[in-house]
């Protein structure tokens, strides 16, 4: 194009007043924009102001004096002395354990057992650290169940390999135990039950024994009937050798008390009501026995000592009198309890629960005449304290690692076989040491134990699933020393003298705590009466499955608490509101459902105050309730859960909600499963966790009114948390205060209306475009398919004159096999070949004229350089023949090309044709300087591919690949259009590659324009103006070569968009005009929506997506994606059919989405800014390569 033509060039600015203009309101616009979103993260930063309700008062420490076991007479404190016997025997092996006192160290080979439970992540860490220490585990692992006495097995793989890896043997307890009731029945049926059925079972268990590595099993059967003594011995006679003939062992275990006399430990059993087991007949078969010298007052009791040193040693002289000792084996205690006088309910805590309540109370002393001391008559620790929060009174005592040395001293001087620990995660830390310490503790030792270590270990005190968190760590000292004055133990009957019993508590040990040691605590509330339950819903709202539980809530007459997340309060704002309007509880459940445990305070605090702003926002209303994602049980063992739920309660002010009652129904295990484990776990606490979001639904729906049944029936009230808390609902979601920080309200609800805007304006193009898409691509398929059916072989004798119109401009390298494929055509007619020269600085002409004196068809013509559409216009212009063909100076045509592309102009209201221009340049690749590269198909190619340069191969198959995509872009984009299009007579581009024309029609449309880039667009919108009816001919096929590097691409595709933008604005009144049909309603609409709109936000669309697999949600996305995805292999996958190419190569459209459009994006960003700009667009020029092989 020349100088003198720009003037009128489609979108030029010739002032240059456009643009700074327009940079200056886009600057204007950007900084707004950028302003206001700094404002609204700032206040997002500013944490509200939150009034939570009042906290959990601090427990005050009680005066009363703590109970000692000499205050009442306990009948379990003395019930040992009714199994002693004042036989000579006994007093002289009794006088021989009190000198082995404090001198008795280990036995070689001594057991040392230690209980386990699963559902204690404690009890695993203690296990782990101390397995040393240890040479049996005694897991709760089988049990006895139901009338038909069937076994159930809940072995641990985890702790089988880590005993296996550690040498420690494994003795599962075998309980006529289900739940918390024992089953007798369970006993009695099998050891009466036919000799088949118990021999089976002994298979079974000995099966299910060897399977998990088992060194044998310990018994545990209770509450069993005396009558059936003797087939209880038969059964576990039956039992003892088929594990011996295993190599395994039968242990069996006895309580004392009532339990010694079921036992038979003493005496002619049958002169004896009530004795359940003949201990003589079992000593035979049992390899040991396993005493539990513990619970002597137990929760069922009243508050008093668990394990007193009185009632330790007189059990152990009673087994001592009666039994060897090195056949039994001691179980001591390690845990505490916490008895609540006024419910006359008891906890059973660990030890460090035990210290944490004591350090809560404010007490900071035991001391003997004010609280029980770690010192005589009990040598077991106990306190007193009063909980404010509900005007309770508490007992706490608790067997700590001095308690643990003085009765171990006791068991090893009886020369038991060995001892126990119960249990493993509530025991004092340094009853490992004395575990290990051997002869007399040292000044040096004693200092260690009354060091107590805190750890991150987290403690609990209270009841409910409502928390205070206290994450302050204390260390704690207790004052321990040698026990010198003696106390006597035994029974003012005893037959020895006071100063011979006073030598026996010589040499034991007393503490007195000085400092509780402190750990991370779960102060707990909200337990309600017994009968209150709540239930609450996470991850909510959803509009597929809230509105359905919202109806059945309100048809039951039942309030909940929904936990929100921010994400989807965002997007159903309408659901929050009803949720609040029908009377239910919010809570803050995090904006996007992250794991805060793993999160910093920064982001932590900004996932719970823009949920709280929305909240606002929404509904006029803070919530002071939270609950943390996947953290939400009531008794977390990791510390890093206690960091989110410190910072939520002690900085932003919320009340932290956890729950007990977990029926799991996220993981979808069942409706019936879910009622029944809500069921199950009723007892556990008083708030439901269920889920009305985040997944199918549909269970936790038909199981919501099962549940709600069920807790009426039992007679339980259920309740909002309000009534739960006894705190009135407006304190927990208090109304918003105007006045309270109002800007940042108005800034965050204005940020948040705005976004959501935003997104809900995103979610409704794309719901349009997919529509659209979806529409156009049935519609397309249907055009081209019927296009295709009615493609018959033309016999037609149509054979005018001709002429062949090519512009070129130093296409040197091209032209003359270009001019050599027309020439060798089927055509029969006249043919002239007009070859216009627009100013070429190579040797073009001279290649043509060296052609032309062998070919009279022939005609050079040469201009100065004009532009493109210039030398089209001198073509026209010097063209004889009322039909021309135009096609461009690196195409080629193939044998029967011009026949076809001429044959549709037979008719006279046909004004152009378009041809089928194809991708030559497919199998061979070139170097910068432009030389061919062998074919993939070529002898030697993959030998080169290993020794030649990688980079060279890289660049090969990248130059393959984007000649592969735009061959198929030209199959299934252009192609397939026309095809449809020609069935409406609404093409909007005759090519300049193949084409023909009448040369009336192109003289009444004005010839071809020098306003637009695209020449054959403009020209083709002005014959639908003329009246003319345009065709495609599909057998009029020409190989053309497309650009091989991305910046070619670019070039190439950047000018075709630039020109078709001018030609859609210069023709912008031809769009939804009645008068051009199928063209102003379909075919230009559709440039401007899908060529020009999808594929520029095509970027903008594939971030969202990577953002929603990251971070959110991706379903909603992933559905768009694919449903367009699969049109476009549809469409692409009946082109190829179309055309005669392989299926499979339209397999490529899918690498294209990724890695194509993205650059016709970047193209079509550049042309709209380019229009903005006003600047001037040369048309510019790709370098040839001539690597379209011949095809004639």
């Not at 240890?134 to 159930?152: K, M, N, R």
């Not at 484990?677 to 936790?700: M, Q, Y």
């Not at 055009?783 to 059916?789: F, K, S």
């Not at 992933?1118 to 397999?1147: H, K, N, P, Q, T």
Request: net charge negative; proline share 5%.
């Amino acid at each position: 194009m020349s100088e003198t033509d720009r003037g009128a060039f489609i979108f030029q600015d010739p002032h240059g007043r456009r643009w700074p203009r327009l940079r200056r309101v886009l600057v204007c616009f950007a900084i707004l924009v950028i302003a206001a979103t700094v404002w609204f993260f700032k206040t997002l930063l500013v944490h509200p102001q939150l009034k939570a309700p009042p906290s959990v008062v601090k427990l005050q420490r009680q005066l009363d004096a703590a109970i000692s076991s000499t205050e009442r007479d306990d009948p379990h404190a003395i019930n040992w002395q009714r199994f002693y016997s004042e036989s000579k025997s006994a007093q002289d092996r009794l006088i021989n354990i009190r000198h082995q006192l404090g001198k008795k160290n280990a036995a070689k080979g001594e057991i040392r057992l230690a209980y386990y439970s699963d559902w204690d992540p404690n009890s695993l860490t203690s296990l782990e650290e101390h397995a040393g220490s240890l040479t049996h585990i005694a897991p709760e692992w089988f049990s006895l169940q139901g009338t038909d006495s069937h076994l159930v097995i809940e072995p641990n793989p985890r702790l089988v390999t880590f005993a296996a890896a550690h040498g420690l043997t494994l003795m599962p307890l075998l309980q006529n135990l289900q739940g918390d009731t024992w089953q007798p029945e369970a006993v009695e049926n099998l050891a009466t039950g036919t000799a088949d059925k118990r021999a089976r079972f002994i298979h079974d268990l000995l099966a299910e024994l060897r399977r998990i590595k088992a060194g044998g099993v310990i018994i545990d059967w209770q509450q069993l009937d005396p009558a059936k003594r003797d087939d209880y011995s038969d059964f576990l006679q039956q039992m003892a050798y088929a594990l011996q003939a295993a190599k395994m062992e039968l242990w069996f275990s006895v309580s004392p008390g009532d339990d010694f006399k079921t036992f038979h430990i003493f005496g002619d059993p049958d002169a004896q009501p009530g004795v359940k087991f003949n201990r003589p007949a079992l000593e035979t078969f049992v390899n040991r026995f396993v005493v539990t010298l513990h619970d002597e007052n137990s929760e069922t009791d009243p508050p008093g000592p668990i394990a007193s040193q009185p009632w330790i040693e007189g059990w152990l002289k009673v087994i001592v009198e009666y039994a060897d000792p090195d056949q039994w084996i001691a179980v001591l205690g390690a845990y505490a309890y916490d008895w609540n006088t006024t419910t006359k309910k008891t906890e059973l805590i660990t030890f460090k629960d035990a210290m944490s309540r004591a350090s809560e109370a404010g007490l900071d002393m035991i001391t003997s005449g004010k609280s029980t001391d770690v010192a005589p008559p009990s040598y077991n620790g106990q306190y007193r304290y009063f909980d404010p929060n509900n005007n309770h009174d508490h007992t706490v005592s608790f067997l700590d690692a001095i308690t643990f040395y003085n009765h171990l001293r006791a068991a090893r001087a009886a020369e038991f076989g060995g001892v126990g620990i119960w249990r493993l995660g509530t025991e004092d830390p340094q009853i490992w040491d004395v575990l290990e310490l051997k002869g007399q503790p040292t000044p040096a030792v004693l200092k260690t134990l009354g060091s107590i270590k805190s750890t991150d270990t987290i403690t609990n005190i209270g009841r409910g699933e409502i928390v205070e968190v206290d994450t302050t760590h204390d260390n704690g000292i207790r004052v321990v020393s040698i026990d010198a004055t003696g106390l006597p133990i035994i029974h003012p009957n005893d037959p020895f003298e006071a100063t011979t019993l006073a030598e026996v508590h010589q040499g034991l040990l007393r503490a007195s705590y000085t400092d509780f040691a402190k750990y991370p605590t779960l102060i707990h509330k909200g337990a309600g009466g017994e009968h209150e339950v709540a239930i609450t819903f996470d991850d909510g709202p959803s509009p597929e499955w809230t509105p359905r539980i919202l109806d059945l809530l309100r048809e039951k007459g039942v309030k909940a608490c929904f936990f929100l997340l921010g994400k989807n309060c965002e997007d159903y704002p309408d659901l929050v509101r009803r949720i609040v309007a029908e009377g239910h509880e919010i809570g803050n459940h995090t904006t996007t459902h992250r794991n805060l445990a793993v999160m910093s305070e920064w982001q932590v605090e900004l996932e719970l105050t823009i949920t709280q702003r929305l909240i606002e926002s929404i509904t006029g209303r803070s919530t002071t309730l939270f609950r943390p994602p996947y953290n939400a049980d009531s008794t977390p063992t990791d510390i890093a859960e206690l960091a989110p739920l410190s910072l939520a309660q002690k900085q932003l002010g919320y009340t932290v909600v956890l729950e007990k009652i977990d029926p799991q129904d996220w993981a979808r295990p069942g409706t019936d499963e879910i009622v029944q484990r809500v069921k199950d776990l009723r007892k556990e606490g008083n708030i439901i966790l269920l889920h009305d979001a985040g997944g199918d639904r549909s269970e936790t729906l038909a199981a919501l009114p099962q549940i709600i049944d069920y807790l009426r029936a039992r007679g339980d009230r259920i309740v909002s948390l309000s009534e739960l808390l006894k705190i009135p609902r407006d304190e927990l979601m208090p109304p918003v205060n105007p006045k309270q920080q109002s800007m940042e309200r108005f800034v965050t609800g204005t940020g948040f209306r705005t976004w959501h805007g935003i997104v809900e304006f995103f979610w409704a193009f794309m719901i349009f475009s997919t529509g659209l898409v979806v529409l156009r691509t049935l519609l397309v398929a249907w055009l081209a398919h019927r296009h295709h059916r009615g493609e018959i072989v033309s016999k037609s004798t149509f054979q005018p004159s001709v002429s062949v119109v090519i512009a070129a401009f130093n296409e040197g390298k091209v032209i003359q096999k270009t001019l050599r494929s027309v020439l060798d055509t089927d055509y029969t007619g006249d043919l002239e070949l007009i070859i216009v020269d627009d100013g070429s600085r190579d040797d073009t002409a001279a290649k043509v004229e060296a052609l032309a004196a062998a070919e009279p068809r022939i005609r050079l013509i040469q201009q100065p350089n004009r532009g493109k559409a210039s030398a089209l216009r001198h073509g026209v212009t010097v063209a004889r023949n009322e039909i021309v063909a135009f096609l461009d100076a690196d195409t080629l045509f193939e044998h029967h090309t011009l026949s076809a592309l001429v044959q549709p102009l037979e008719h006279p209201l046909v004004g152009a044709v378009s041809g089928n221009a194809r991708v030559g340049n497919l199998l061979t690749g070139h170097d910068s300087s432009g030389a061919s590269s062998a074919s993939a198909n070529s002898p030697g190619f993959l030998s080169r591919w290993w020794a030649g340069s990688t980079w060279a191969t890289l660049s090969l198959l990248a130059r393959r690949f984007i000649a592969s995509c735009q061959s198929l872009e030209y199959i299934c984009g252009f192609n397939l259009d026309r095809r449809a299009y020609t069935e409406w007579n609404c093409i909007t581009v005759v090519p300049g590659a193949v084409s023909a024309l009448r040369r009336s029609a192109i003289v009444a449309g004005g010839g071809f324009s020098d306003d637009t880039l695209a020449e054959d667009t403009d020209l083709t919108l002005v014959m639908h103006r003329l009246g003319y009816r345009i065709e495609y001919a599909p057998e009029a096929v020409a190989w053309t070569e497309a650009p091989e590097t991305t910046i070619g691409l670019v070039k190439q595709r950047s000018r075709w968009a630039f020109g078709t933008m001018q030609c859609l604005w210069k023709h912008r009144d031809m769009v939804f005009n009645p008068r051009y049909g199928a063209l102003g309603w379909f075919s230009l609409p559709n440039i401007w929506f899908m060529q020009i709109g999808l594929v520029a936000v095509t970027p903008l669309v594939d971030a969202i997506l990577l953002y929603s697999l990251l971070f959110g949600n991706a379903r909603g996305i992933w559905y768009w994606f694919v449903i367009v995805l699969g049109l476009d292999l549809f469409l692409a996958a009946l082109a190829c059919w179309m055309d005669g190419e392989r299926l499979r190569r339209s397999l490529l459209i899918l690498p294209m989405r990724f890695f194509y459009r993205p650059v016709l994006a970047w193209v079509i960003w550049r042309s709209i800014s380019r229009a903005l700009k006003g600047a001037f667009v040369a048309w510019g020029k790709l370098e040839r390569t001539a690597s379209v092989p011949s095809r004639v």
